[in-house]
C-alpha cells in the first residue's frame, strides 16, 4: 500500500536518543517509515511496538521478530504495553495529524480535492463519522467544533447555515458540504477556508486533542528515566498541547510548586523546536507544517 515518505524521519529518530537493547514505541505507525529507522538501529535485544488504529496500516507490517504491531489508539498506550509485559520503556515516538495515504484515498473523505461520502474515521470500524458530526450536532455545538478546532472566524454562520441546510435534505457528501458552505468560501480563500472547515470536523470524529492528551499523560508512566519523548506535531492545536506537556507535564495553567518552590516535572524540554529543511518540503508537501519537539523523562 503506497506510504509517502515519513516526515523528518533522521531527526525524530535521532531524537529518541536509541539505546540499542531499549523497548520502543511508535504509537503511528502508518507506512512504517519511522519503525524501520528504529529497528535499523536496534541491537538482537531491542524490541518495537507499533500502534494504528488504521486497519489499512497492518498491511505494512514489518516481518522483523523484534516488532510487534498493535492495532489500536494510542491512546490506549499503557494497557497495550502492561498486556505485552512492558512497564518501562526508553522511548516513543509520535508522528501525529493524518497519513498522505488516507488523505490521498479519495473515499476515506479527508482530502478537499475528491467528491466522497463525509467520513474521516481513521478507525475505519468506527460507526461515528464526519456525515454525524454534520447532519446531528446542534447549531451551538457545531459552532464549537469548527470555531475551536478549525478557527474559523465565520463558525456561528457556518453553523447557522449547515442547520438551515440540512431542513432541505441530509448533508451527505463533501461536494454537498461545501455547496452548503459556499458564501463562505471566496475563491482566492476557498481552499484554506475548506481545510480549516475539514480539521474541524475531523479532529471531532476522531477525539484527536483527548486521545492526544490521554496519550500524553500515560508517557510519564511508561517511560523510564532518561528515556525520550519524540514527536511531531502538524497544526497549533496540536503542537501547544506537546509543549505545555514537554515543559509543564500539564496542558494549561502553571506547575504547582512544593513548600520550597521546587517544581516536580516528569520530562525536561531537550532542544529547541525542529521543523523540515526547504529540500524536504519541496520532496514531501505534507511536511510543510511539521513540527518536531523532544523530551526527555526526568
Known sequence: MEYHN?????????????DPNGVYVDVTFGG??????ILRRLGDHGKLIAFDQDKDALENAIDDPRFLLINENFRFLKRFLRFYGHTQISGVLGDFGVSSHQFDVAERGFSTRFEADLDMRMNQNSE???????????????????????ELRAAAGMARVLVEARQH????????LKN??????PKHRENKILAQVYQAIRIEVNQELEALKAFLLQ??????????????SYHSLEDRLVKRYMRDGQFEGQPEKDVFGRVDLPFK????????SEAEIKQNNRARSAKLRVAEKL
Open 32 to 37: 512504517g517509515g519511522h519503525s524501520q529507522e
Open 180 to 185: 452548503a458552505l459556499g458564501r463562505f468560501l
Open 269 to 276: 524540554p531537550v532542544g529547541k523546536f525542529i521543523t523540515p
Open 6 to 18: 515519513p516526515v523528518l524521519l533522521t531527526e525524530t529518530v535521532d531524537g529518541l536518543n536509541i
Open 128 to 150: 461515528f463519522s464526519a456525515y454525524n458530526v454534520v447532519n446531528n450536532y446542534s447549531e451551538k455545538k457545531l459552532r464549537d467544533v469548527l470555531s475551536q478546532y478549525g
Open 169 to 176: 435534505g441530509e448533508i451527505k457528501t463533501s461536494e454537498e
Open 219 to 232: 508517557t510519564q508512566e511508561v517511560i523510564k528515566p532518561g528515556g525520550r519523548l519524540s514527536l511531531i
